[in-house]
């Protein structure tokens, strides 16, 4: 297993990275309408993502830590509805590397809270 030195280390970092920026290619092909809407706040909940993660680990506490995975996997069923949103509205055809991020990302979260979690206790 390798060694944990920084949160780009964190498969659950680098996923959440990769999911942001499949939000930044899916949301430009939204309705101009949208810029400050639902655009504007897929954005913004997926660039919480990663974002949460690195600043979480970066507390280096575990607490902390775990508060903010939480906050990360909240924004990320955020993203999530608002994904089922745009295919409700059929802005969204068919993305299926969207829909394989947000599910990745939601099983690694939960596997690193778990774990965390498990530490915790013991």
């Known amino acids: 297993m390798a060694t944990i030195k920084t949160f780009r280390d964190l498969i659950a970092w680098q996923r959440g990275m990769d999911l942001a920026v499949c939000v930044y290619k899916e949301t430009a092909a939204l309705p ?26 970066a507390r280096q506490s575990r607490p902390d830590f775990l508060r903010f995975l939480r906050t990360a996997r909240g924004s990320l069923g955020e ?16 993305t299926p590397r969207l829909t394989e991020l947000l599910a990745e990302e939601d099983r690694i979260l ?8 498990r530490k915790a206790t013991e």
């Open 32 to 57: 101009s309408e949208e810029k400050f809407g639902l655009t504007a706040q897929m954005r913004r909940a997926a660039v919480s993502i990663p974002s949460n993660i690195a600043e979480g680990h």
């Open 79 to 94: 993203l999530s509805t608002q994904t089922d949103l745009c295919r409700r509205l059929e802005f969204f055809a068919d």
């Open 110 to 117: 939960q596997a690193l809270i778990r774990s965390l979690e």
